[in-house]
């Protein structure tokens, strides 16, 4: 079935610093790819997505990476603030059927000042 | 910026007993989905409904569970008789139109379950 999986499950760095967070998927037939941010208590926030027809997007301090070939994808987070701190998650979705989201297990980022 | 809203935000039941969980998805939008999300796990896929009827669901959504859209804004969950291993936050979601193209899904804020 579908799988979705996310490295590391934690991640700490300090302020300023870049965060990357990985994830893989099995299913070659996806092709949508949202990134969630959880904070404590509260909904998934989309964050940022991308489709397969598109290798890389970004918007202001995050963009994510798109590798068709290896089914991998990564988010990329730039000069990180305190406020980046929270739990973040990727998905893979597809274009046929209605599109449920399969979501990786989760990364929790704690960025320190 | 419209919003999905879910309510209630917290929900303490007896095991055994009925709850309905309920949402009013963002107007415009046609698909509308239940995940769940046990403390400290993975957010995970329950439903999917399009059209008045469900379109997909996973493993978890057994017999004792059941959506219904009962009018033109609510969209609801309901857990037949709940257990033990039901607690959990449930998040509704909803996407705009776009069988061809993904379209995001927005997440409401949660029903927080507690079967005691």
């Known amino acids: 079935g579908e799988n979705v999986e996310q490295h590391p499950s934690t991640l700490s760095v300090q302020e300023g610093d870049s965060a990357v967070i990985k994830c893989t998927y099995s299913d070659s037939a996806s092709n949508y790819f949202p990134w969630y941010k959880q904070e404590l208590g509260k909904r998934p926030q989309l964050i940022i997505d991308?489709?397969?027809?598109?290798g890389e997007k970004k918007d202001q301090r995050i963009a994510v990476t798109l590798n068709k070939t290896a089914k991998h994808f990564s988010l990329h987070i730039t000069e990180t603030q305190p406020e980046d701190s929270a739990v973040y998650f990727c998905?893979?979705?597809?274009?046929?059927?209605?599109?449920?989201?399969?979501f990786g297990t989760g990364t929790r980022l704690l960025v320190s000042p | 910026e419209p919003e999905v809203t879910q309510t209630p935000s917290h929900q303490v039941t007896q095991m055994g007993q009925e709850v309905i969980l309920r949402c009013v998805p963002i107007s415009n939008h046609l698909y509308f989905y239940w995940y769940r999300q046990i403390l400290g796990q993975k957010v995970e896929f329950l439903v999917s409904f399009y059209n008045n009827e469900i379109s997909e669901k996973s493993e978890i959504f057994d017999d004792q569970f059941s959506v219904e859209r009962p009018d033109g804004s609510n969209f609801t969950l309901k857990i037949r008789s709940t257990k033990l291993e039901d607690s959990a936050m449930y998040f509704c979601a909803s996407r705009a139109p776009g069988r061809e193209v993904n379209q995001p899904q927005h997440f409401g804020d949660g029903t927080r379950l507690s079967i005691l």
């Open positions: 998905a893979a979705s597809w274009r046929t059927g209605f599109q449920k989201l399969v």
């Open positions: 991308i489709r397969s027809n598109v």
